[in-house]
């Protein structure tokens, strides 16, 4: 049977998963009577909520076209470049990519960083315009944008040789030719059929077991699995293998339990194994981790791992030490959360976990505040208690002993009203206006180089300036000197000085002083910060002072007191949000703001000696 291995990467929103699930859905792999649910391939509790695509799988169809019957292996990449570390790790699994290119919005930041990705390991590339149906949809221009890019980050005259095809996800069809009409995505299988290589590493099926780990996870039932591409020989439940790392030491030896291959949406067990080319996963492993290569006894060399981006941000995690810790969430304790970051980081590549001097924290750092923001949404999904620092940027030292910070490229589309005030504010950011044009229906796109920390909290201020209708994307550059001080958070907040609970009145009296975090009734302690100030200082009030009665009015008679309902800020809102003398707390049911100093004294003298 002839085999495909192919990536479908793609800016976010670009529609990749969509695609993906007509693809499933148009080779047959549900059955007439078994419902097909919209992003199947979106498993994750937090996928579905948020809609995009955190971590990367693999799933297969069987294709029967004019080159007779294939197996093509289908992984769906994340499209956010925080999530770059998963398609960074699966590029070396395939020998060829989709590229996704929406046909209104065009090539984007992460569609340049992929790209780039790609064409260094030599991926034979197809580019896909997607949503051409749209109202304000331009294939021609993409096409055009899309080959200046290849040009621009250094194709082969092989790679520049791509070719095309037009497509609507959401409607199941695809096309070569817009004037010829088509109902079924067939020319795209086709496509990937013609131009897709075979794995070159068929022809290593007579040689020992190889297979380099790049996906990891964990069943209930057979422990650990291992997801790669088999590199050479053939893959057979009960065979002895061992574990080598980078460096080609021993890290364990032990047999394959069982032999796992994607068939559409579920995992098979495979009785008689699998060849060279075919991507599987493997169980049976028990210290075996991602990078590491599984290979026959015989075996001496680790297979080589491709490279991944240093982390750009970093945060510390620290246990929760507020006076209301311990209420909500079971798992609070320093040794808990270790092991829990340590599994994380040995799961995922892009992530990089240190201890601190004090021995309640630990460093954290990832590629931006949503990595970091997943990770703590599915510890405290879990259970956990944690305090979160603001993100701060993960410098380098350059060889003359100078400050290196990362640099962003900055794309951001916005309505034409809106782009003096956006530029006005990057430019005190140090951000450097590098293009500006029209993007057609009314909107700019502006595009900028930016410093990393600059951008940390800006998305909420974007927001309002844009009044919700701009769209910033963002994808690491590179590393430049030092740009200097960046002005932080023009507002002061305003600070319990009391435990207890708030009280209506109290709330309704504070109005005037600024926006309220928190609602009447509402459990806050000394150091706990319920609202911002309008102005630049910070401000410590009293939020449990309920109103003086005398025994002439019950306190029934008391007139009610309409309050503005609070300003609730999201996890990640309130990661960006605070500076850094604050911290986030965070608990199973609540995402409270405080400062690192509760006592208002201390912070006093401390603020002093600073």
């Known amino acids: 049977m002839n085999l495909r291995n192919v990536a479908i990467i793609a800016h976010v929103d670009h529609g990749k998963t969509t695609l993906v699930d007509q693809l499933l859905a148009q080779s047959g792999v549900f059955r007439a009577n078994e419902a097909t649910t919209e992003r199947a391939m979106d498993s994750n509790d937090q996928e579905k909520e948020r809609g995009i695509t955190i971590l990367a799988k693999a799933t297969s169809v069987l294709w029967n076209g004019k080159a007779g019957e294939t197996r093509i292996n289908i992984i769906d990449t994340p499209g956010h470049a925080d999530f770059g570390g998963e398609v960074e790790r699966i590029l070396g699994m395939v020998d060829g990519c989709v590229i996704l290119v929406d046909a209104e919005e065009g090539v984007m930041p992460q569609t340049k960083f ?84 075979p794995p070159a590493v068929q022809a290593n099926k007579d040689k020992p077991f190889q297979i380099l780990n790049v996906l990891i996870e964990s069943d209930p039932f057979l422990g650990r699995i291992l997801t790669g591409r088999i590199e050479s020989g053939k893959a057979v439940p009960g065979m002895p293998i061992k574990a080598l790392d980078r460096d080609g030491k021993t890290i364990e030896q032990g047999r394959i339990t069982k032999v796992l291959a994607f068939r559409g949406l579920k995992r098979q067990a495979l009785d008689e194994g699998s060849e060279a080319g075919d991507i599987v996963a493997i169980a049976g492993m028990s210290k075996a981790t991602v990078a590491d290569t599984l290979c026959a006894l015989e075996v001496t060399d680790a297979l080589p791992s ?120 990057l430019s005190t950011r140090k951000a450097e206006l590098k293009d500006m044009g029209p993007s057609g229906a009314g909107k700019t796109r502006i595009q900028l180089m930016c410093p990393s920390r600059s951008l940390i909290g800006y998305q909420g201020e974007f927001l309002t300036d844009t009044r919700g209708s701009g769209v910033l994307n963002r994808v690491f550059s590179h590393y430049e000197p030092h740009k200097g001080t960046i002005e932080g958070r023009l507002k002061g907040v305003l600070v319990s000085n009391s435990d207890g609970d708030t009280a209506a009145f109290a709330l309704w009296n504070l109005e005037d002083r600024g926006v309220m975090f928190v609602g009447a009734g509402e459990k806050t302690y000394q150091g706990m910060i319920i609202g911002e100030n309008s102005r630049s200082d910070d401000l410590d009030v009293n939020p449990i002072k309920g109103k003086q009665l005398t025994n002439v009015r019950a306190s029934g008679k008391d007139e009610a007191v309409r309050l503005t309902p ?45």
Not at 156 to 167: C, R, S
Not at 309 to 328: F, K, Q, W, Y
Not at 566 to 573: D, T
Request: proline share 6%; net charge negative; aromatic share 4%.
């Open 114 to 197: 992929v790209l780039t990705k790609a064409l260094k390991m030599g991926l034979r590339p197809i580019l896909c315009i997607n949503k051409v149906d749209r109202a304000h949809a331009d294939p021609d221009r993409v096409h055009l944008e899309t080959i200046e890019l290849f040009e621009a980050i250094g194709a082969t005259p092989e790679q520049l040789d791509f070719p095309h095809i037009y497509a609507s996800g959401r409607n199941g069809w695809a096309t070569m030719d817009l004037n010829e009409k088509s109902d079924t995505l067939a020319p795209l299988f086709d496509l990937i059929v013609d131009h897709v290589p």
């Open 566 to 610: 609070p300003r609730r800020p999201s996890l990640e809102q309130a990661i960006a949000y605070i500076e850094s003398d604050e911290l986030v707390e965070v608990t199973p049911k609540s995402i409270r703001l405080r400062k690192a100093v509760l006592n208002p004294s201390f912070r006093k003298k401390r603020v002093r000696e600073d």
């Open 306 to 425: 491709q490279p991944i981006d240093p982390p750009t941000i970093s945060m510390t995690v620290s246990v929760n030490d507020s006076p209301l810790a311990g209420r909500e969430g079971d798992k609070v304790q320093s040794r808990v959360i270790r092991d829990r970051l340590l599994k994380e980081a040995e799961a995922n590549v892009a992530i990089r976990v240190t201890q601190t001097a004090g021995a309640d924290a630990y460093e954290v750092a990832g590629r931006g505040e949503l990595q970091l923001g997943v990770l703590i949404e599915n510890m405290r999904r879990e259970g956990f208690e944690v305090s979160i620092s603001r993100p701060r940027v993960v410098y380098q030292t350059g060889e003359n002993g100078e400050r290196l910070e990362p640099i962003e490229d900055v794309m951001i589309d916005v309505d034409d009203e809106y782009t003096g005030v956006v530029i006005e504010k």
